[in-house]
């Protein structure tokens, strides 16, 4: 077996790659839309405003892809997974995929994989292959066609007003904007979220912008003072219209329980839909513990399509 580089420019390797992914997704999440061979080798010459470059492996036997690596480089952390084709599992070749990952994740302190099923294989191979689980996650999706737009009329909380942007937060709501998101630290997983600052929420404008990622803004203003005291965000990449995932959504500790995250993502929802009829489906995921915001997500249309656990190991 040959564990190489994955070639772009090859003829054979990107739709092997492709095939293994398809054929990984049949077995291990069924009843999920798979995306086609072209829509997977496409996504393969795409940047990510979330990364700053990939590592991805091929493993070839006979001329054939049997598995692959994909992951995503961040400053301190590597963050993918290995996929091996369900034909050739529990033959080493996921053990040999991670041992040749290893060395190209240079300086990176750990190696990450968020979405990785409960109880399945993939959490068994983790676990004996040194990964610990850092978090349990469930992820749900609303299928827009499935959903009474009339779950999403609901009246303003006294007190408040919504307000709504693309791309950069007016500079006057700048600063509480920075200290809203701020509370995602209050969240039982809240990841690797940043000490929000003014500064950050600008940088990250400037690079949604710079990748042509259309990012979405809904937030609660707080009558009496003008701050913001709710925010949430969605991103619109542009190769894919039909389908988004849904980031953060934080409410500042004094105005919870209140139905403002309710309300500002029935805010986004009629926007958005408004905007593009073409969107179709939108994922998010939560952690597990976090029941008020898988509620606000059940009562929006959103369904549980499955729980995962994230696992991390040091490199
Ligand atoms: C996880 C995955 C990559 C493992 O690939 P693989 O080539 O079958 O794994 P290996 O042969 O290297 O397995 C090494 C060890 O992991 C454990 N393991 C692997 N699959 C397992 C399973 N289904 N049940 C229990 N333990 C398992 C075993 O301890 C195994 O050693 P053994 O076969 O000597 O008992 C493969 O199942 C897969 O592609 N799953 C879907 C993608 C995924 O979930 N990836 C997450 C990992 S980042």
């Not at 999440?29 to 061979?37: K, N, T, V």
């Not at 292959?129 to 349990?136: K, N, P």
């Not at 593009?276 to 995921?285: H, N, Q, S, V």
């Amino acid at each position: 077996m040959e564990i190489k580089l994955l070639d772009l420019d090859d003829d054979a390797e990107p739709r092997g790659y492709a095939d293994v992914r398809i054929a990984a997704q049949t077995v291990d999440r069924p009843g999920e839309q798979a995306s086609s061979q072209e829509q997977i080798i496409e996504s393969l010459r795409e940047a990510s405003p979330d990364f700053s470059e990939f590592i991805r492996l091929v493993a070839l036997r006979a001329g054939e892809v049997v598995g692959i690596a994909s992951v995503g480089l961040r400053e301190r952390l590597a963050i993918g997974s290995i996929t091996v084709h369900p034909r050739y599992r529990r033959q080493g070749i996921g053990t040999a995929l991670l041992e040749a990952l290893l060395p190209e994740l240079r300086g990176r302190e750990a190696l990450e994989n968020r979405a990785v099923v409960k109880g399945s294989a993939g959490e068994h191979w983790a676990l004996a292959r040194g990964f610990h689980v850092t978090a349990s996650r469930v992820v749900q999706r609303l299928t827009v066609a499935d959903v009474e737009p009339d779950s999403w009329e609901l009246t303003a909380p006294a007190g408040y007003r919504v307000e709504q942007w693309i791309g950069e937060a007016p500079e006057h709501l700048l600063v509480s904007v920075a200290s809203t998101r701020r509370a995602i630290h209050d969240a039982p997983d809240p990841g690797r979220d940043p000490e929000w600052t003014p500064e950050l929420v600008r940088a990250e404008e400037a690079e949604d912008q710079a990748a042509d990622v259309e990012h979405r803004v809904v937030v609660a203003v707080e009558e009496a003072t003008g701050r913001v005291v709710a925010f949430t965000n969605v991103r619109l990449y542009p190769n894919d219209v039909e389908h988004t995932v849904w980031h953060d959504t934080v409410v500042a500790p004094l105005h919870r329980g209140r139905g403002l995250a309710r309300w500002v993502k029935a805010h986004m929802l009629r926007w958005l839909l408004a905007d593009k009829p073409e969107l179709a489906r939108i994922d998010t995921g939560t952690a597990s513990a976090n029941s008020p915001m898988i509620r606000v997500n059940e009562a929006l249309g959103f369904v549980t399509t499955r729980e995962v656990v994230v696992v991390s190991r040091s490199v």
